[in-house]
């Protein structure tokens, strides 16, 4: 079952891949992990635990296989449903990291047109999720190119 993970990833703004540590590839955006793979088997994606604790109560995925206790949650590739899925967690938390750059006074130009509001909306997760974003900046982050 060949994934297309990381092709998908990248093609995501602001995203760039490294080798992992452990093994495997890490997928970043402005320097912050947001998820790593290990191959064909699993992803590994570090949530703010009140994410991974949504994630996993609406059986999304599972806590991490290691550290249960922490925000982590891995999600093991057995099908092409559990790659999608693996995608969905993975761009759950890119939106959360995007959120989060853009309620910083100057954002890069390419994130700061990412609607997160509307991409989450895209998702179809459970009821919720959104609750669970820091709230939106009250003014349009301004962009690095002025």
Not at 19 to 32: C, P, Q, S, T
Not at 106 to 132: K, N
Request: aromatic share 8%.
């Amino acid at each position: 079952m060949p994934t297309n993970i990381e092709t998908t990833v990248r093609s995501w703004p602001g995203t760039s891949t490294h080798d992992h540590r452990f093994g495997g590839r890490e997928f970043r955006l402005a320097d912050r992990e947001f998820g790593h793979s290990h191959g064909d088997r699993q992803v590994d994606i570090p949530f703010p635990k009140r994410l991974r604790d949504f994630a996993v109560a609406e059986n999304l995925t599972s806590k991490h296989h290691l550290y249960p206790d922490s925000g982590w949650v891995t999600k093991y590739l057995e099908s092409d449903a559990d790659v999608d899925g693996a995608l969905t967690l993975l761009r759950l938390n890119y939106l959360y990291q995007v959120a989060a750059l853009q309620r910083r006074e100057t954002v890069d130009a390419e994130l700061a047109g990412v609607d997160v509001e509307a991409e989450l909306e895209a998702l179809a997760l459970p009821p919720g999720v959104a609750s669970l974003f820091p709230p939106a900046a009250t003014d349009s982050p301004t962009t690095a190119e002025g």
